[in-house]
């Protein structure tokens, strides 16, 4: 038995399962869990990986880690989505986090995940006992979080599912202009951004539109087990964050697996035409 995540022109992703573990149906999307033969558990929203659990930490790591190793003193970061907890998880590898806030809009991802998955289930028991000493939970919407928190937060890292549906509005013009007022004076946002081939259409447009709202923005991407790779991932920085420095002596303590601090320049490697688009702004 196969499951096959179709992407556009016929594309697909696919793993062997031995059999889906559960599936639900919440307001916003439908979730499920299979269990496949090589990679561990896989998280499905709506036809789409969202991981793999022997996988994932190729998708989580260049997420956070740049980003937080860019910012000189990461003390409060937000997270919106990502209620399987995996991007918390790294977050809270960071020392310099002082206060971590998980905002996700769908209680039956946590759930799920919590049941499930091994990626954080004893972080998620921790955040639904309110237990956790740094992070704390928010069920609800990323948009109406950050409109209540202006600048508050050294840090924000959005871990969507693809801008189709729920999550179409994270990637609005309007969600970023929410997300840098946000930001405290200096700060840096992350977000993940589609597949580099499948989805460049979906990319060039988030790129513009955040290049509308922050004060400098790059495109990196990194091959991600279990999705249409290289996958891209945006950055748009308020104030003095350079994306391109990153503090190797903080990165060395956190025996990372996949994202490679030392090779931090490699991660803006991106296909020529790609580039010469993203430069062009079309
Ligand atoms: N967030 C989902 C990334 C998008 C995947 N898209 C796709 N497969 N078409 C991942 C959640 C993990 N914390």
Same mark, same amino acid.
């Given at each position: 038995?196969?499951?096959i995540?179709?992407?556009?022109?016929?594309?697909?992703?696919?793993?062997?399962?031995? $059999?889906?573990? /559960?599936?639900? *149906?919440? &307001?916003?999307?439908?979730? +499920?869990?299979?269990e496949?033969?090589? !990679?561990?558990?896989?998280?499905?929203?709506?036809?789409?990986?969202?991981?793999?659990?022997?996988?994932?930490?190729?998708?989580?790591e260049?997420?956070?880690?740049?980003?937080?190793?860019?910012?000189?003193?990461?003390?409060?970061?937000?997270?919106?989505?990502?209620?399987?907890?995996?991007?918390?998880?790294?977050?809270?590898?960071?020392?310099?986090?002082?206060?971590?806030?998980?905002?996700?809009?769908?209680?039956?991802?946590?759930?799920v995940?919590?049941?499930?998955?091994r990626?954080?289930?004893?972080?998620?028991?921790?955040?639904?006992?309110?237990?956790?000493?740094?992070?704390?939970?928010?069920?609800?919407?990323?948009?109406?979080?950050?409109?209540?928190?202006?600048?508050?937060?050294? $840090?924000?890292? /959005?871990?969507? *599912?693809? &801008?189709?549906?729920?999550? +179409?509005?994270?990637?609005?013009?309007? !969600?970023?202009?929410?997300?840098?007022?946000?930001?405290?004076?200096?700060?840096?946002?992350?977000?993940?951004?589609?597949?580099?081939?499948?989805?460049?259409?979906?990319?060039?447009?988030?790129?513009?539109?955040?290049?509308?709202?922050?004060?400098?923005?790059?495109?990196?991407?990194?091959p991600?087990?279990?999705?249409a790779?290289?996958?891209?991932?945006?950055?748009?920085?308020?104030?003095?964050?350079?994306?391109?420095?990153?503090?190797l002596?903080?990165?060395?303590?956190?025996?990372?697996?996949?994202?490679?601090?030392?090779?931090?320049?490699?991660?803006?490697?991106?296909?020529?035409?790609?580039r010469?688009?993203?430069?062009?702004?079309?």
């Open positions: 038995m196969a499951f995540e179709w992407y556009p022109r016929g594309y697909g992703v696919g793993f062997e399962v031995r $059999a889906k573990l /559960v599936e639900k *149906t919440s &307001p916003y999307q439908k979730i +499920e869990v299979y496949t033969t090589g !990679f561990g558990r896989m998280l499905v929203i709506d036809g789409t990986v969202q991981l793999v659990e022997e996988g994932e930490r190729s998708y989580h260049p997420l956070v880690h740049p980003a937080l190793l860019a910012h000189a003193d990461p003390s409060d970061v937000l997270v919106i989505g990502g209620g399987d907890g995996g991007t918390l998880r790294e977050v809270l590898r960071h020392p310099e986090v002082s206060r971590a806030v998980m905002v996700e809009l769908d209680p039956e991802v946590l759930s995940s919590k049941a499930y998955l990626v954080a289930p004893e972080l998620l028991q921790r955040l639904f006992a309110d237990s956790e000493p740094r992070a704390s939970l928010r069920v609800e919407s990323g948009a109406d979080y950050l409109e209540r928190n202006e600048g508050a937060f050294d $840090a924000i890292i /959005v871990d969507s *599912t693809d &801008p189709v549906g729920p999550a +179409e509005a994270l990637f609005s013009r309007d !969600f970023y202009q929410k997300a840098y007022a946000a930001l405290k004076r200096d700060g840096i946002f992350v977000t993940q951004a589609g597949s580099v081939y499948l989805f460049t259409d979906e990319l060039l447009g988030a790129h513009r539109r955040m290049r509308e709202v922050f004060d400098r923005v790059w495109a990196y991407s990194f991600v087990i279990g999705y790779s290289p996958w891209a991932f945006l950055v748009g920085v308020k104030g003095e964050v350079d994306f391109e420095r990153v503090d002596g903080r990165a060395a303590s956190l025996d990372l697996e996949y994202y490679d601090p030392e090779r931090h320049q490699t991660l803006f490697q991106l296909p020529r035409f790609v010469l688009r993203l430069n062009a702004g079309s």
